[in-house]
């Protein structure tokens, strides 16, 4: 089962504001850029899948990193396409409609095999499909061996979101990442989202990447549709993100999201028989 991503249309035109460029939304951001600055440096050319609005392939472009950007709403890619157009990195940033569902049908049909020095999905992107045995597959051949893929899902055990809704007498939204896929509302669509641990995609792309670290994102800072907390007390949320900076390490695929770091086996995998 996957979403239609069309449905994110309707979210292109507000997403920056309601995430990006919150408070919180710049620190997650920046524990990203950590991690992609570490395992993609200048030169390189990595595929983006999902970009969104393009903010992290701006900021990879503008080290020097040339960036295939993807994403299957079309309004996503035109929001994305005005904010290269805008910084000027045209020559470095190429973008592309595409969906989990075409890449996986016809990774062959997007590149060549091996084209690319890695690839990455940031915050959540991942999270509106659930064959990921078959993005590994079309990943594998589009990754070179030995280069690096960024996942950023969201997981299933996220404390906050948990203990803020029990707090509030709300059993069911407490565990609705426990449950099968849970349901999102975007516009005028109620999309199915699900929640892979880390140790359930590492299974499932282990054929072709080797894990080589998981961090936990956004564990004792609260999930996005709190961010009007952090506005309310940014001095004590700075603690706590300077807490979770330090210790992310140690609680692995904790969190409202976690990154998961893969690195594509030198061979491919060998036929099934
Ligand atoms: C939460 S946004 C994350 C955007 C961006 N990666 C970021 O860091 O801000 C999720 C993105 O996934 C895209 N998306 C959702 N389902 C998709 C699918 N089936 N195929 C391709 N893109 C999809 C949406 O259009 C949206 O841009």
Not at 9 to 29: K, S
Not at 116 to 131: K, P, Y
Not at 186 to 194: C, S, V
Not at 230 to 246: I, N, S, Y
Request: hydrophobic share 45%.
């Amino acid at each position: 089962m996957t979403t239609d991503p069309a449905a994110f249309d309707a979210f292109a035109a507000d997403y920056d504001d309601a995430f990006t460029g919150t408070l919180l939304g710049t620190w997650l951001r920046q524990r990203v850029w950590q991690v992609l600055g570490a395992h993609f440096p200048a030169g390189q050319h990595i595929l983006e899948l999902t970009c969104g609005t393009g903010t992290d392939a701006v900021w990879l472009a503008g080290r020097g990193v040339r960036v295939t950007a993807t994403d299957g709403a079309a309004a996503m890619v035109a929001t994305a396409r005005r904010k290269v157009a805008a910084a000027g990195l045209e020559d470095w940033v190429s973008l592309r409609q595409l969906s989990w569902q075409t890449l996986c049908a016809a990774p062959a049909a997007f590149a060549r095999p091996g084209s690319f020095d890695g690839a990455f999905s940031n915050f959540g992107g991942l999270n509106t499909v659930d064959q990921w045995p078959a993005i590994a597959a079309a990943l594998g051949q589009l990754i070179r061996p030995g280069g690096k893929l960024i996942l950023v899902p969201m997981g299933p055990f996220c404390p906050w979101e948990t203990g803020w809704h029990l707090l509030h007498g709300q059993l069911r939204p407490a565990i609705r990442r426990w449950r099968g896929p849970a349901t999102a509302t975007i516009g005028q669509a109620t999309i199915p989202i699900w929640y892979p641990s880390a140790r359930r995609l590492r299974r499932d792309f282990a054929p072709w990447f080797r894990p080589l670290a998981v961090r936990s994102l956004g564990l004792w800072l609260p999930p996005s549709y709190l961010s009007h907390l952090v506005d309310t007390r940014p001095g004590l949320f700075r603690h706590l993100q300077r807490l979770e900076t330090a210790t992310a390490r140690f609680t692995g695929g904790w969190g409202d999201h976690y990154i998961q770091v893969l690195q594509r086996h030198t061979q491919p995998p060998a036929p099934q028989k």
